[in-house]
């Protein structure tokens, strides 16, 4: 059985918004944080953004901060990613995560499936 399953890609245009969300299965901790990550044809896997349960952490990628925002919903075990202004640079298979802040860094521990995120110019 998964534990993280992710929903809400497609296909946008340019200056667009898409919104992800991420069903998480298991047990909760405040402690535990839960992220994205993503993975562009031809590249390495970098990091999104992440926020820990508690709201405690909070990061973004260089890249995306001030066009993405991560939210979680604790009663649904959910974590969202709404990209605003979206780029073609941002295609890439969005994949969620769940980690720890290690020294205020994110560690992603665990991995979803992944869903295809494409951006037209």
């Known amino acids: 059985q998964r534990q993280l399953v992710e929903s809400g890609g497609g296909l946008v245009q340019a200056g667009g918004s898409l919104r992800l969300s991420c069903q998480a299965s298991?047990?909760?901790?405040?402690?535990?944080?839960m992220g994205w990550s993503r993975q562009a044809p031809g590249k390495e896997r970098e990091f999104v953004a992440a926020?820990?349960?508690?709201?405690?952490?909070?990061d973004y990628a260089d890249s995306v901060k001030g066009r993405f925002t991560i939210s979680r919903h604790n009663p649904k075990n959910t974590i969202d990613l709404q990209m605003n202004s979206l780029k073609p640079e941002d295609t890439a298979v969005y994949y969620c995560?769940?980690?720890?802040?290690?020294?205020?860094?994110?560690?992603?521990?665990?991995w979803g499936q992944g869903i295809q995120v494409t951006v037209s110019s």
């Open positions: 995560t769940r980690g720890m802040f290690i020294s205020n860094t994110y560690r992603a521990l665990d």
């Open positions: 298991g047990r909760v901790l405040a402690n535990v944080a």
């Open positions: 926020t820990t349960w508690s709201g405690e952490n909070e």
